[in-house]
Nanobody, 121 residues
Framework: QVQLVESGGGLVQPGGSLILSCAAV????????MGWYRRPPGKQRELVAV???????DVADSVKGRFTISMDSAKNTVFLQGNSLKPEDTAVYYC???????????????WGQGTQVTVSS
């Protein structure tokens, strides 16, 4: 019913920037929240940032001040802008969303396929 299509990522030099995008495609009535998690090598998946339907955001302390999350509601797309990247930002980044499918409050919760971000010189 719904797919999360991610783009962006790749190899970034320390101190560099990146933009990740994730588009929700399919049967969508409204979006409750969209966000980004990441799994660093050898570690568990962790929250990076989430944006809620009212535009409130939750941002991990480890990226606060360096990463910004935003949403284009008309396109059901969430963006993650990262600046001043560090080697410890290296991870597979996953899009996550909770979507309302219809006015009857049927929901879909799911993940994107993941995109690799490597911060290295």
């Amino acid at each position: 019913q719904v797919q999360l299509v991610e783009s962006g990522g790749g190899l970034v030099q320390p101190g560099g920037s990146l933009i990740l995008s994730c588009a929700a495609v399919g049967k969508i009535f409204s979006i409750n929240y969209m966000g980004w998690y990441r799994r660093p090598p050898g570690k568990q998946r962790e929250l990076v940032a989430v944006i809620h339907s009212g535009s409130a955001t939750d941002v991990a302390d480890s990226v606060k001040g360096r990463f910004t999350i935003s949403m284009d509601s008309a396109k059901n797309t969430v963006f993650l802008q990262g600046n001043s990247l560090k080697p410890e930002d290296t991870a597979v980044y996953y899009c996550n969303a909770l979507i309302l499918l219809d006015p009857g409050r049927n929901t879909w919760h799911g993940w994107g396929q993941g995109t690799q971000v490597t911060v290295s010189s």
